[in-house]
């Protein structure tokens, strides 16, 4: 059964120019999608305040009110408005001002018929991920995140248990785990919910500081000790007396800077570097380190008696890829702050996203999660991340194509009274696109890579319209090579 008119997707051509409006509604028209035009940036705002369509295609210099002007309007009063600016200057400033006031894409003039039909097709496909992304719902809500750390599964419970039954005394505990999976934040957890929270809370990454100035840093000095002490410092351990100090990467710290902290933890004294006095100090030590101190023990790069000392009482933190059934609260959680400090307008992930950010392995853990989220919602055009948003090594690691980087298929003269569904290329594991692949081609009786050759070279060719040239540079061959293959393969041209 037809579709409908109203069913048919809308696009809005906004330009003071009457070919331009004319050409480009040609082109869309042969889609089957229902076209509308305006002929100033004030007629297209008041047409789209009226019936908002689901792309508009936006001139950057017109008549009156300026294409980015418009562009701002319209976003402000629909967030979710998909447009794509045109211009026929690629100017930095186009491109960065069009990318900045939230346009999907930019387009130049003259026009590649084909490559506006991939524009709107991958325009379209945007916006039904993002009504997709509306059912998406935090488990959580903004109070359960209050400690930072965010984690259902039962390796992080495990983990809160724990943080639960030392935080009543002032056990030293040594927090282990690979960089990135938020020691530091346990170890601020454990400070919040003790009866030194009142009290003094510092953390020192031993890695960062130089060993000749880590005994400085953590002990203070009197003035004259060395070259540059012009006047007596207070160390960490006086500053936080009464409260709680957490030494970060402790397996970095050098031996003789060891044997001063054991003197810490078993009398509770320091000597400031250059000093004779000894200082009393009541400090609660918490440490962690991702390096296997059990074998710098045994190499004698780690004292034996401060390993004993620290290690009273271990958590151990996961790597993300141990706990993927978190990935989704720790995506909420980070997109969560990022809208409460202002720095991105997206506020929810796609499906398609979603999944990919699962089945990534997540070498650099959750450090490296937020950081691929605050890039990825920094560039998203609207309130929801979508699949192309990512980082195209992240797809590529799990074998996800966003629908920019699939070629479109042509339409085909029975299809194009009806508006043809954007292709999703499914986010399949390479290994499972080679089994496919195998299982498909294998029955034949030619050479598998040969069948693969010939039907990747057709697809190419289908998708680039017959465009030898530009169906060569993305086969990575030359056209003469191309074309040679097409006269051996009896290759048809669109």
């Known amino acids: 059964m037809p579709e409908t008119a109203a069913k048919r997707p809308t696009i809005l051509v906004i330009d003071d120019d009457a070919e331009i409006r ?5 082109v869309l028209s042969s889609r089957g999608w ?6 100033s940036g004030e007629l297209g705002i008041a047409a789209v305040k009226k019936s908002p369509p689901d792309v508009v295609f936006l001139d950057v210099r017109m008549g009156g009110m300026s294409g980015l002007e418009a562009l701002q309007h319209i976003r402000s009063a629909h967030p979710r408005q998909l447009v794509i600016l045109m211009t026929a200057f690629g100017t930095a400033q186009t491109a960065i001002e069009a990318m900045k006031y939230g346009a999907f894409d930019y387009i130049m003039k003259p026009f590649d018929p084909q490559k506006v039909l991939t524009l709107v097709d991958n325009a379209l496909q945007a916006g039904a991920d993002m009504r997709a992304a509306v059912d998406y719902k935090p488990s959580l809500n903004s109070e359960d995140y209050k400690e930072g750390i965010v984690g259902a599964s039962p390796v992080m419970q495990d983990v809160f248990k724990v943080i639960g039954q030392v935080t009543a005394s002032d056990v030293t505990v040594m927090i282990t785990g690979q960089s990135g999976t ?11 919910h003790s009866h030194r929270s009142t009290k003094t809370f510092i953390a020192v990454n031993c890695a960062a500081i130089p060993e000749n100035l880590i005994e400085s840093e953590l002990f203070g000095h009197e003035k004259g000790s060395f070259t540059g002490a012009t006047g007596q410092r207070l ?7 009464g409260g709680t100090i957490f030494l970060d990467e402790i397996g970095d710290m050098a031996l003789a800077t060891q044997t001063k902290i054991l003197r810490v933890l078993q009398q509770g004294e320091i000597q ?3 000093g004779t006095d000894t200082l009393r100090v009541d400090v609660r030590i918490l440490a962690a380190t991702n390096k296997d101190l059990e074998a710098m023990v045994r190499a004698k790069l780690f004292r034996e008696d401060l390993y004993y000392r620290l290690n009273v009482v271990r958590i151990r933190m996961p790597a993300l890829r ?3 059934g978190d990935i989704p609260q720790i995506v909420d959680f980070c997109l969560q702050n990022l809208v409460k400090q202002r720095k991105v307008r997206a506020s929810k992930v796609s499906p398609e996203a979603m999944g990919v950010l699962v089945r990534y392995t997540w070498p650099g853990n959750v450090r490296e999660l937020e950081n691929v989220i605050y890039r990825s919602a920094v560039i998203a055009q609207g309130d929801t991340l979508l699949l192309k948003d990512l980082p195209l090594e992240i797809r590529d690691a799990v074998g996800a194509i966003a629908p920019a980087e699939a070629p479109v298929p042509a339409a085909s003269p029975e299809s194009s009274s009806t508006p043809a569904a ?3 290329a499914p986010a399949l594991s390479l290994a499972d ?13 030619e050479p598998i890579l040969e069948r693969l050759e010939r039907e990747m070279a057709s697809r190419v060719l289908k998708a680039e319209s017959g465009n030898q040239l530009r169906a060569a540079e993305k086969l990575g061959i030359t056209r003469a090579t191309l074309r040679k293959r097409i006269d051996e393969w009896g290759l048809k041209i669109p």
Do not use: M, N, T
């Not at 004319?22 to 040609?26: E, K, T, V």
């Open 422 to 424: 954007p292709a999703v």
């Open 182 to 192: 938020g020691k530091e934040l346990v170890a601020r957890s454990i400070w919040k």
């Open 34 to 39: 229902q076209v509308s035009e305006a002929a």
């Open 433 to 445: 696109a080679l089994d496919w692949i195998h299982r498909e081609l294998a029955s034949g009786s």
């Open 272 to 274: 400031r570097v250059g």
């Open 322 to 324: 141990e706990r993927e």
């Open 22 to 26: 004319y050409s480009l509604a040609r």
């Open 235 to 241: 160390g960490k351990f006086e500053l936080c007396d």
